[in-house]
């Protein structure tokens, strides 16, 4: 049985890539203005008019932008719609998500091919991708990839893909913020180009789940009729508009994250661990320790364990207050020593 002192201990979670500091007070007040009028359901002008706000911030049209509840769903329905006359090309390790609802497709007998990121720097083999996407209906991959922190797609790649296949290319820029990298202008030049992104990670909106598609007319017809069924609650588009109309804050998290990250590089490399290079706010971590994300659990530290797609001797750990990262650092130390 477990003892009380090891219930109340407390666990610090670094596994789910959130950041660590809370939104600004004036978007919990928005937030909370939406939540006193939730008797009724959001307005077509409200939602109109966070995309506007997001056409903006994304320097693209406002008739390309689709809002969802999270970008996780953009991409769960985008496989849902796009795989039902052919083959689903995805790349191996990706974010979970994305595995999971490809292998339920594979169930239901859908063709799910798998484009192995290549090790040890886990870059994206051009040729076997190029070829697999050719007569393929839906190829997502995630740029930056998720675990590994790595780009994987340039724009002149993401050229030549749009080019060569039939199919739709759907890339998830969920971490564009710290990336500081995107495609989402070159929809206007690709009819069968998506990119989703997400207010969950640099904006510290996690908890709200306001995701975004930026595509053509083409793409965004077969969400049309999903508009009511995928819309956000009122409190979390009140709070998306409000956070992106100042979002030095956003530039500031950005900030603080990124030299935290590369702190914690710097300590984990004189551990002796392998620590990838990421333009994220995570980190990938191979140690020679079997189960490692367990052990690390053993000592009150939750880190994504990616053993699904990779060996167990890999973590993904995300980077938050300097305290947490620290605790990070000395449990690391104590299973590897
Ligand atoms: C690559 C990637 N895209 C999207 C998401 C989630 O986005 P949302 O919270 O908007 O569903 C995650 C979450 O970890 C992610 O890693």
């Known amino acids: 049985m477990r003892q009380l002192g090891d219930l109340l201990k407390k666990v610090i979670e670094l596994n789910r890539n959130e950041i660590p500091y809370p939104p600004p007070k004036r978007v919990i007040e928005a937030a909370k203005k939406g939540l006193i009028n939730s008797n009724r359901y959001l307005k077509t002008s409200e939602l109109n008019e966070l995309r506007r706000m997001l056409s903006i911030y ?5 008739k ?14 985008a496989l849902h719609l796009f795989s039902w006359k052919g083959k689903v090309v995805i790349v191996d390790p990706t974010f979970f998500m994305i595995t999971h609802v490809a292998e339920h497709l594979e169930k239901l007998g859908k063709k799910i091919l798998k484009i192995k990121l290549s090790e040890p720097s886990f870059s994206l083999p051009v040729e076997p991708l190029i070829e697999e996407s050719k007569d393929a209906s839906l190829v997502v991959i995630d740029n930056p990839n998720n675990p590994s922190g790595r780009i994987l797609l340039d724009r002149g790649l993401v050229d030549e893909i749009c ?14 913020e710290f990336s500081h990298f995107t495609v ?50 009122k409190p979390s588009v009140y709070a998306a508009i409000e956070s992106l109309k100042d979002v030095r804050y956003v530039e500031k998290n950005v900030r603080l994250i990124e030299e935290e990250r590369e702190r914690v590089r710097k300590e984990a ?8 290079p990421s333009c994220t706010n995570f980190l990938l971590i191979r140690t020679d320790v079997p189960y490692a994300a367990r052990k690390l659990k053993e000592q009150g530290i939750k880190v994504f364990d990616p053993s699904n797609q ?3 001797k890999f973590i993904r750990v995300s980077i938050g207050l300097k305290e947490e990262n620290d605790a990070f650092l000395s449990a690391l130390r104590k299973i590897i020593l």
């Open 58 to 62: 994304s320097k693209v049209e406002e």
């Open 64 to 77: 390309s932008i689709f809002v969802g509840s999270g970008a996780e769903v953009l991409i769960a329905q």
């Open 163 to 176: 080019e060569s296949i039939s199919g739709i290319l759907l890339i998830d820029e969920g971490y564009y």
């Open 184 to 233: 989402a202008d070159m929809v206007k030049n690709h009819l069968n180009l998506a990119v989703t992104r997400t207010m969950s990670k640099a904006f510290g909106l996690a908890g709200l789940k306001i995701g975004y598609m930026i595509a053509g007319e083409t793409v965004l017809d077969f969400f049309s009729h999903l508009d009511l069924p995928l819309r956000p609650s």
């Open 269 to 276: 490399n004189k551990i002796g661990v392998k620590v990838y």
């Open 310 to 312: 990779l060996s167990h």
